[in-house]
């Protein structure tokens, strides 16, 4: 099994700066990934975090507004750049270790 | 590509009542996972289930329980006597086998009322 931990929990943050999120896990998972919740909407996939190489966005998401880094198999952070109010969400880091784990996710609320 | 629908959007039910959510699923794949979480108020994901393609034997575990059907690609929830706590939003998800890149349907809320 693996447990995930999230840093921060929750932020509050002006237009136009950064955050960086972290993310640890207890276990070397196969695979990490970054989700994005709107509110009130579903979980939408971000990218797949690739230790050691760039990370791989899915369509609608680039490597300017969300670089990412895992230089292990148990530590990825995404950075949320240039924000804008549109980019309040919950962001929620997942490993994948024969199932899927999910972190307790980070709320984000730009003003 | 992947598909999850979840065509109920919000359900509102008596408590003791029973009330099942659907989930309809699309996949080229062969090999796959489905799950199903709940996400109350709070915010955070909790784990209800996962289903491997091969296995389609029903599960229960306690007042929950799962129907799945590969022929109308189909992996529905059921609470049994619904309580005021199981209210939430609960989502289906798809996963392709070994990858871990999860399809999320849009969710159900569901609604317990006392």
């Known amino acids: 099994s693996a447990v995930i931990s999230q840093k921060p929990s929750r932020d509050i943050c002006q237009r136009g700066t950064s955050l960086t999120i972290q993310c640890q896990v207890d276990?070397?998972?196969?695979?990490m990934f970054w989700y994005r919740q709107q509110p009130g909407q579903s979980l939408t996939l971000i990218a797949t975090?690739?230790?050691?190489?760039?990370?791989?966005?899915e369509s609608g998401f680039v490597i300017d507004k969300f670089p990412i880094s895992r230089p292990n198999l148990t530590f990825s952070t995404l950075t949320v750049s240039n924000m804008s109010p549109e980019d309040s969400s919950i962001y929620l880091c997942?490993?994948?270790?024969?199932?899927?784990?999910f972190g307790p996710g980070t709320r984000l609320l730009v003003l | 590509a992947q598909k999850v629908t979840q065509a109920q959007t919000e359900i509102s039910v008596v408590e003791k009542e029973d009330v099942t959510l659907d989930c309809v699923y699309e996949t080229r794949d062969t090999t796959y996972y489905l799950f199903w979480y709940k996400q109350p108020p709070s915010g955070e994901l909790v784990f209800l289930i996962r289903?491997?393609?091969?296995?389609?034997q029903n599960e229960i575990s306690g007042r929950y329980s799962w129907n799945f059907q590969k022929s109308t690609s189909s992996f529905n929830f059921t609470i049994t006597a619904s309580q005021v706590v199981d209210s939430a939003v609960y989502f289906c998800a798809l996963s392709e086998t070994n990858a871990g890149k999860s399809t999320f349907g849009d969710g159900t809320t569901l609604t317990v009322k006392p």
């Open positions: 997942s490993g994948w270790l024969e199932t899927q784990y």
């Open positions: 975090a690739n230790q050691g190489s760039e990370a791989t966005y």
């Open positions: 289903r491997n393609s091969f296995d389609e």
């Open positions: 276990s070397q998972v196969t695979m």
